[in-house]
């Protein structure tokens, strides 16, 4: 026996009626917001103006951030920076790297003895004259060793690096960065061999090094580097007991995963090495870049997190615009709204079109205020040079707010348009 069924022709008539009603209702809501055009926009004003602001700000602050992440990677977050320690006059501290607590020798028992560090690097610098024929140029002058290279992540853009033989024979050897450069032989010409006098003796240009930028509020490329032993028997003199004291020490690790672990290696040394006793305080200072990029994006992100709660006060604003004037449009269309009742209209019917109504405003204003904030957003990383961030997340909480804001804003509206008497509604003038 064959067994055979239809659904009620009720059940499929009901969602025909159903899905009609639906088109029906957002057509009705989108031709009674054309009718009032310039109402409709300056109802939507709030939400286009909050969504644009969160958008664009997000996005801005993402930005930055990328930028500034982008700017201490290029400095080497696999890299420990190790200085002197403060030297005290009437029991004032006269700020890090005042005591001359770091020698090379530091440097080359770290390099040895701390197995996380892979490459440690000491380094030497003063402040200082560089002279070319009728030019002078006041720079900074840095004696490095043959390891800075590597522990600095550089290169060479002209010329050679020293040579062991110069660095243990101190000889007068000079690299410049690209703006000394550019100061005293104008950009883009090639002057290895040339030769420049710093403090009154003759230094020979074997190199140039590649544009690096600025850290903080030095300029890394208004450098002169020379050997660290000339540095410290022509400029500085030898100023320790043990060697020669230096202005710090690099030291690069394998990954960023071990700094943590070099620096507890690095600080255990230099405390075994400097005699202190576990009661006395470190003579040195470490600097770990992981830690400042942790921290600056933290602030970045908490900072965005609260220009993005002051910029969403404009979309609460906007909500409060649409329900007024969703209120104000249920008291002018109050004899529509008992016509449509009177020809069989319900309440639920009057509730979905005021509620779409609200619905489509809200929307479309996010719609528009999304497509503004990325335009901002793209005009402000072209105009100050970071890098443009849209995250997906952004858009789709800008578009949900506007959405939940229109929902919310048209409720009541919806619900006293919904609750009108027809009788009432039709006497109403």
């Known amino acids: 026996m064959t067994i055979s069924?239809?659904?009620p022709r009720s059940i499929v008539t009901h969602r025909r009626t159903r899905t009609v009603s639906v088109i029906e209702i957002i057509t009705m809501a989108v031709e009674a917001l054309w009718s009032n055009k310039l109402r409709t926009g300056l109802t939507m004003l709030g939400v286009i103006i909050g969504i644009a602001?969160?958008?664009a700000i997000t996005s801005v602050g993402q930005g930055v951030q990328k930028a500034t992440e982008q700017q201490i990677q290029a400095l080497g977050t696999d890299v420990l920076q190790i200085f002197p320690g403060s030297a005290k006059t009437g029991g004032i501290s006269q700020g890090v790297g005042s005591s001359s607590t770091l020698t090379w020798e530091d440097a080359?028992?770290?390099q040895e003895q701390a197995r996380a560090a892979k490459v440690v690097?000491?380094?030497?610098q003063r402040p200082g004259q560089v002279v070319y024929e009728k030019l002078n140029h006041s720079t900074n002058i840095v004696g490095i060793d043959l390891n800075y290279l590597e522990a600095r992540n550089t290169h060479l853009t002209q010329g050679r690096f020293f040579t062991p033989e110069e660095m243990d024979n101190a000889k007068p050897v000079a690299i410049l960065g690209p703006t000394v450069r550019d100061e005293l032989f104008g950009s883009g010409k090639n002057i290895v061999g040339e030769q420049i006098r710093i403090q009154r003796n003759i230094y020979e240009v074997i190199g140039i090094f590649e544009k690096k930028g600025s850290e903080g509020s030095m300029d890394r490329d208004d450098q002169v580097f020379i050997?660290?032993?000339?540095?410290?028997?022509r400029i500085v003199g030898n100023n320790?007991?043990?060697g020669f004291a230096v202005n710090g020490i690099y030291v690069k690790v394998g990954d960023q995963e071990q700094s943590q672990t070099a620096q507890f290696q690095v600080v255990n040394l230099l405390r075994l090495r400097h005699n202190l006793s576990p009661s006395q305080s470190d003579d040195f200072n470490v600097r770990n870049r992981t830690d400042i990029v942790n921290t600056f994006t933290s602030v970045v992100s908490l900072f965005t997190v609260m220009v993005v709660a002051i910029?969403?006060?404009s979309l609460l604003v906007g909500g409060i615009g649409i329900a007024n004037i969703m209120l104000v449009s249920v008291i002018e269309r109050t004899r529509e709204i008992g016509i449509r009742k009177a020809v069989g209209a319900t309440n639920s019917a009057?509730?979905?079109?005021f509620l779409a109504e609200s619905i489509v405003i809200s929307t479309t204003g996010g719609v528009i205020g999304m497509g503004i904030g990325i335009v901002a957003a793209f005009s402000c990383a072209m105009i100050f040079q970071f890098p443009f961030v849209v995250s997906i997340w952004s858009v789709v909480c800008g578009f949900g707010l506007s959405l939940i804001v229109g929902l919310l804003a048209g409720v009541i509206p919806a619900r006293n348009a919904a609750q009108l008497d027809p009788i009432a509604a039709l006497r109403s003038d």
């Open 5 to 7: 069924f239809r659904l």
């Open 53 to 55: 602001s969160v958008i």
């Open 108 to 110: 080359k028992a770290i």
């Open 121 to 124: 690097s000491a380094y030497l």
């Open 227 to 233: 050997p660290l032993t000339n540095m410290s028997s």
């Open 240 to 242: 320790a007991l043990n």
């Open 311 to 313: 910029a969403s006060i």
């Open 350 to 353: 009057i509730l979905n079109q």
